[in-house]
């Protein structure tokens, strides 16, 4: 019955932590905009709830718990998390141990510092997978062990908080999740209530109306309970919810430049167009004929946003603060001095054109601008964290490349460059990819046979009013509907991410870029604005470069028989007083610069950031180092509670002389297997100079053989004296050899005495002693070499055995 009830509470109380966890790991939702992050976290989920009930059962302490935690973090951590690292996707390969080593400390601060929502494919999903397995080891340990299980609640409820903090301001159900927590802690607390007076009942024999009453009255009471912590859970989540907007980590953290933190420039593209398609965005002197402007360039695509990236050297993500003569080992074109003036641009993304060399900026912001800029040389993207706004200025000196005809990159492979890795995309643009090129000869006839696809076959339209219906974004799902339906219908951002991917899918180095650029002939002074504004294609070409290509069909050509927005009729026009001033549009949904003045807290902030990584790297690294004395020491440790604690005195003195040989193995010593205590002491005392063993194992015989059992305080004195032995084995002993004693494996596998064959062959010799008609030499004498080891037969038969002046 009390196996039964045990069992029973443990699969309640695995099964209330996995759905506390569980609440907690919903809130993720929002911040990956999906569940990619499940898989992860629900694996993380299982290893906490299995290495729990492992160590719960085997009632390892808290040292193997650590080191079993450590272990399955590294060993499934990889198929789990980081699957692009690894093996066929599940085994670890010294890419994904570097990546989960580091990740343990990074990725939250990445998390924090990047725009949601984060993809699993950037190593994000570390965050849930490593804060579900530590938590619910912590919470389902406590559930197990402990006989007030409340306890438990606690870091369960530390997750949920964890949740919430490391999450977006705008939660994924705070009502759902608040009432749903407190129902599955009440309703736990009252079932486990509910075990604890059943077994009360039964131990004192309650009879069967009793116990039936008070069963009733506490499913009662854990029923009120539970009624009113609902009520109390959907009051606090409601007020939560209707009160000003929450703030999380995100919101006040202070981040390092990290591109990530800026929305990919690709995001905006269809706000430039609907909101500022003839507003001059910004002005340009001195752009040679030819030349576009570049906003930013996207080489990282996750499924939902093709963004910058900052994977390997060469990918978009390497800036670094603007200086003087950049660029100037790949300039090669003609020189060009570009002039920049800010109308109603207002971004991070500063628009340059060419291979830059020098950024210089005007105006009473020039400081400010200079200090907080930065540039990519492989991709010529430029970053200002303190935004531009209207009326500022700045000089751009630059490259400007040549222009490439077909003809001439007719004998030209594609480049060699290094390229992030990314998601495939939709699996039937790779078949088209692989179809259009077919009958092409050369690289630049690949890239043209896909330029030709789209550009002839597809139709344009922004889906503003009038127009065909099409839809922002350039997600999978957009890409696929793109090419699946009846007509493909897109602006620029579709057609560009579909080429590029589909390039990809071939192999073929192509990477998005949007900018501006003006209409064939214009010259002068160039306004950009949002009907210049275009995304294109760039391949790179061996000897060549990146060259640019335009898959989005003309303009001009629209879809026949579609569905389009109903124009609004315009109404006469009257004459209306002049609308109050506007608050700034703010495009490109950044995350806002809270670096402050160099002499501000936020510099402290900040070196008190770079402090706990640099000091969390170093306990990782001696956490994983010590991770065998942990794990040696915590086995070894076990040993001896278990040894000190047996139930017979008798065994627990036979304890302490087996810790003190398992020690002197452990220092060297070599025991041979079978021997009597008397002969180990000898060997002991003459391997380790240690006289005294001899006088504590005839103590210890006298004992263990004696006619009475034991007292508590025999053994007490028993094990004082085998510490103080034992503590006395390294006090002269070098360091190194007291630390090869300390990792010595020789005790534990199989060198001492208490070996599990030695175990075996005394338990069979103790069997055949005690067995009728055994071939024992004489009745109740023990055969040569044969050792007993349970303590009470050998002292039975030493009382039964007729005194020595009565053997014949």
Request: charged residues 20%.
């Amino acid at each position: 019955m009390t196996g039964s009830l045990t069992l029973r509470r443990a699969l309640v109380d695995l099964l209330a932590v996995a759905l506390l966890i569980g609440v907690g790991i919903v809130g993720w939702w929002p911040s990956f905009a999906g569940g990619s992050y499940l898989p992860a976290a629900a694996g993380g989920l299982l290893l906490g709830l299995g290495v729990a009930l492992l160590c719960a059962w085997r009632r390892w302490g808290i040292l193997v718990i650590a080191g079993l935690t450590v272990l399955a973090y590294f060993v499934f951590g990889g198929a789990l998390a980081l699957p692009s690292t690894t093996l066929f996707a599940v085994v670890p390969t010294g890419e994904t141990l570097g990546s989960l080593a580091a990740g343990a400390i990074t990725s939250w601060k990445a998390m924090l510092t990047t725009v949601a929502p984060v993809a699993v494919g950037d190593g994000y999903a570390l965050v849930p997978f490593l804060s579900a397995l530590v938590l619910t080891v912590v919470t389902a340990s406590l559930a197990l062990r402990l006989s007030r299980p409340a306890w438990a609640l606690l870091p369960a409820g530390v997750h949920l908080v964890l949740v919430i903090a490391m999450g977006v301001p705008q939660p994924a159900a705070p009502i759902v999740q608040g009432v749903v927590f407190a129902i599955i802690a009440v309703a736990w607390l009252a079932l486990r209530g509910i075990s604890t007076a059943s077994e009360a009942a039964v131990s004192v024999a309650a009879d069967g109306s009793r116990s039936t009453a008070l069963r009733r009255r506490r499913m009662l009471a854990g029923s009120a309970v539970l009624v009113v912590a609902a009520l109390a859970g959907t009051g606090a989540a409601a007020a939560t919810t209707l009160a000003e907007p929450r703030h999380v980590f995100r919101d006040v953290v202070l981040p390092p430049f990290d591109v990530h933190q800026y929305a990919s420039p690709l995001q905006a593209y269809r706000g430039y167009v609907k909101d500022h398609r003839k507003d001059s965005l910004f002005t340009v002197k001195g752009l040679p004929e030819g030349a576009r402007i570049r906003i930013g360039t996207m080489d990282a695509y996750n499924g939902v946003v093709y963004d910058v990236s900052d994977k390997g050297v060469g990918s978009s993500g390497a800036f670094g603060p603007i200086r003087d003569n950049m660029s100037a080992a790949a300039a090669t074109g003609s020189p060009a001095r570009l002039t920049f003036t800010m109308d109603e641009y207002s971004a991070v993304w500063v628009p340059d054109a060419g291979q830059v060399q020098q950024i210089t900026f005007g105006g009473s912001d020039a400081d400010a601008l200079r200090r907080g800029a930065y540039y990519n040389e492989s991709t010529g993207t430029a970053v200002a964290i303190s935004k531009l706004h209207k009326g500022n200025t700045y000089t751009v000196d630059t490259t400007i490349p040549r222009t490439w005809s077909d003809k001439e990159l007719e004998g030209h492979d594609f480049g060699s460059v290094s390229m992030p890795k990314q998601v495939a995309g939709p699996e039937k643009l790779a078949t088209l990819a692989s179809d259009t090129v077919a009958d092409a000869k050369t690289p630049i006839a690949q890239v043209r046979a896909l330029v030709k696809k789209f550009s002839e076959e597809g139709f344009f339209s922004h889906g503003l009013e009038g127009e065909a219906l099409s839809r922002a974004g350039h997600t999978e799902e957009r890409i696929s509907t793109l090419i699946g339906g009846e007509q493909m219908i897109g602006d620029d951002e579709q057609y560009a991410v579909a080429m590029t991917l589909a390039a990809r899918s071939l192999g073929i180095p192509a990477r998005v870029v949007m900018g501006f650029y003006p209409d064939k002939g214009q010259t002068g002074t160039f306004s950009a604005n949002g009907d210049n504004l275009h995304a294109w294609v760039e391949v790179n070409f061996a000897k060549a470069g990146w060259v640019a290509f335009d898959p989005t069909p003309p303009k001009d050509k629209v879809p026949q028989d579609q569905m389009t927005k109903p124009k609004v009729v315009p109404k006469p026009q009257v004459l209306q007083p002049p609308p109050p001033p506007q608050e700034p549009v703010d495009l490109p949904p950044t995350v806002p610069d809270q670096r402050g003045a160099k002499d501000g807290p936020n510099d402290l902030l900040g070196i008190i950031g770079i402090v706990l990584a640099i000091g969390g790297s170093v306990l990782l690294v001696l956490t994983i180092l010590a991770l065998p004395f942990i794990v040696i020491g915590a086995w070894k440790a076990a040993r001896r509670r278990r040894r000190r604690a047996a139930a017979q005195t008798a065994d627990r003195i036979s304890g302490g002389w087996d810790e003190l040989t398992d020690r002197a193995v452990d220092y060297g010593a070599r025991i041979p297997a079978g021997s009597t205590r008397a002969e180990e002491a000898q060997t002991v005392a003459t391997a380790l100079t240690v006289p005294a063993v001899t006088a504590l194992a005839d103590r210890a015989d006298a004992q263990v053989f004696g006619p009475t059992e034991p007292t508590d305080a025999d053994v007490d004195a028993f094990w004082r004296e085998v510490d103080g032995i034992v503590a006395g084995l390294g006090k002269d002993a070098p360091w190194h050899r007291r630390m090869r004693a300390r990792l010595s494996l020789r005790s534990i596998m199989g060198d001492s005495r208490l070996s599990a064959g030695v175990q075996g062959l005394r338990a069979a010799a103790s069997d055949r002693i005690r067995r009728p008609g055994s071939a024992a030499p004489g009745a109740g004498a023990e055969a040569p070499g044969t050792i007993d080891s349970n303590p009470r037969s050998r002292r039975a038969r030493r009382a039964a055995a007729p005194p020595e002046s009565e053997t014949p």
